[in-house]
């Protein structure tokens, strides 16, 4: 079975989720082998690794912190983002509730690396738990000396807040991220200059992902090459999937790279319950476009996933069976992007809003010739036209959905009616009416 654990290794075991207990298996040493090492070094031993960013984007890590300028006076700030807002994603929840230390050691090694003596770690407003175990684990760490005035002993300091934000999707996006630290609305930010020159409070910062830092400590552990050599070419170690929907056993796994969605579905999950079969797979949560039953023997992986015209993403596996309308799906993910949408942008605030009318109208029967063409007219009108990527979030699922799935649409057109139950029988109308942003 392609499962791994080399960031859940110690996951679920009594006790690790404290200092005592991470630290009898091995906790910090990690960061006590990174103050040994230049702060050169540790960004080159991450270069070595092939991480690439887990929250979506899957950017070189190592890369991303050399960008930082040399010789600037200005302090540098780490920012985590926690925010975990994509629809199908809950992975990072759970690098926190398993292994809160586990993170605050890969936060200390990169602070190390990059020069940053505050962290913030910023965390979805809903996740109130996981903000209460994280900030134990924090003074737990204060308390022994770990974090603080002196790093480890080290005439470093570091300190890591913790932030709650209001619970806004555009909040993921790092520059969003970056203005709701400032205590200003989350509208993403022009870019050029990048975060990496000028982030929070102008200064120079780098964002990663929860599932990002929470990997470091490995890397430190095992060397660069050693963890680089568990993935593919070019993209190193192992990853999590958060994988929901029609399987008998959703759950958080971690996987190598190169397994195949074929395999997550069957093998790591009990495949589909019922008896039914997998009509689509999301791959990486709801704004990576779907992939059909006969494209499941593709890896999990960044390249793999691009050159049939997808993406990782966060790694939100979504597991549709044949019970499914695409339509109604499509409808719901529209839904979410309008309501989501910070209103920035011309094309994505009143574009994400008409496709879900349209989809709407559809699963209702009461579309129009033309709606179709519209509705992929649409797509293009929205694709690479705004600051962030939300309006490609939104656009490039409906777009695939259509593309792959046109025969579907057409029932609907042709038939007048969603030709698939609703799954909440009589409720559904009830419940889908007034659903979506200005939808009529």
């Not at 070189?60 to 629809?87: A, H, I, M, Q």
């Not at 205590?183 to 870019?191: D, N, Q, S």
């Not at 015209?309 to 839904?335: K, Q």
Request: hydrophobic residues 40%; glycine residues 12%.
């Amino acid at each position: 079975m392609p499962l791994a654990n080399v960031l859940t290794n110690h996951w679920g075991e009594p006790g690790v989720d404290t200092l005592a207990g991470y630290q009898q298996r091995g906790g910090y040493g990690s960061l006590r082998k990174a103050l040994e090492l230049a702060p050169a070094q540790v960004v080159d031993e991450v270069k070595r690794s092939n991480l690439r960013g887990r929250g979506g984007a899957g950017f070189p890590t190592g890369l991303k912190w050399s960008f930082l300028p040399k010789d600037d006076p200005r302090p540098r700030y780490l920012c985590v983002n926690g925010d975990e807002s994509e629809p199908g994603t809950f992975k990072d929840r759970y690098c926190i509730e398993k292994s809160p230390h586990q993170l605050l050691e890969g936060i200390a090694i990169t602070a190390w690396a990059i020069g940053a003596h505050t962290a913030y770690v910023y965390l979805r407003g809903e996740l109130a738990t996981q903000a209460r175990i994280l900030e134990r684990a924090i003074d737990e760490a204060r308390e022994a000396g770990i974090l603080g005035p002196k790093l480890c002993g080290r005439d470093f300091a570091l300190e890591v807040h913790v932030h709650l934000g209001a619970g806004a999707y555009i909040c993921g996006e790092e520059t969003a991220l970056l203005e709701s630290l400032e205590g200003k609305k989350g509208w993403p930010r022009l870019k050029p200059p990048f975060p990496a020159v000028s982030g929070l409070f102008g200064c120079p910062t780098i964002v990663n992902n929860v599932e990002t830092l929470a990997t470091v400590p490995a890397i430190l552990a095992m060397g660069g090459e050693r963890y680089a050599a568990l993935g593919t070419e070019k993209s190193g170690g192992t990853r999590l999937v958060s994988v929901s929907g029609a399987v008998r056993k959703p759950g958080v796994y971690e996987i190598t790279l190169d397994t195949t969605f074929r395999q997550i579905v069957e093998e790591i999950c009990g495949g589909v319950p019922g008896g039914r079969k997998v009509k689509a797979v999301i791959p990486g949560g709801s704004s990576c476009p779907v992939l059909t039953a006969e494209q499941l023997d593709v890896a999990a992986e960044y390249e793999a996933l691009k050159a049939i015209g997808s993406m990782a993403g966060s790694g939100g596996v979504v597991v549709l069976d044949e019970s499914t309308c695409m339509v109604r799906v499509a409808w719901r993910i529209a839904r979410f992007y309008a309501e989501e949408s910070c209103g920035q942008c011309t094309p994505c605030r009143e574009g994400t809003p008409w496709m879900a009318r349209i989809l709407r109208h559809l699963e209702e029967g009461r579309a129009a010739e033309g709606d179709l063409a519209l509705l992929k007219g649409l797509t293009g009108s929205i694709l690479g036209r705004t600051l962030c990527p939300l309006g490609d979030a939104a656009a490039m699922p409906v777009r695939a959905f259509l593309d792959k799935f046109r025969a579907e649409f057409e029932a609907h057109l042709r038939e007048r009616r969603c030709p698939f139950p609703h799954p909440w029988g009589e409720q559904a109308d009830e419940l889908f009416a007034g659903a979506g942003r200005g939808e009529t």
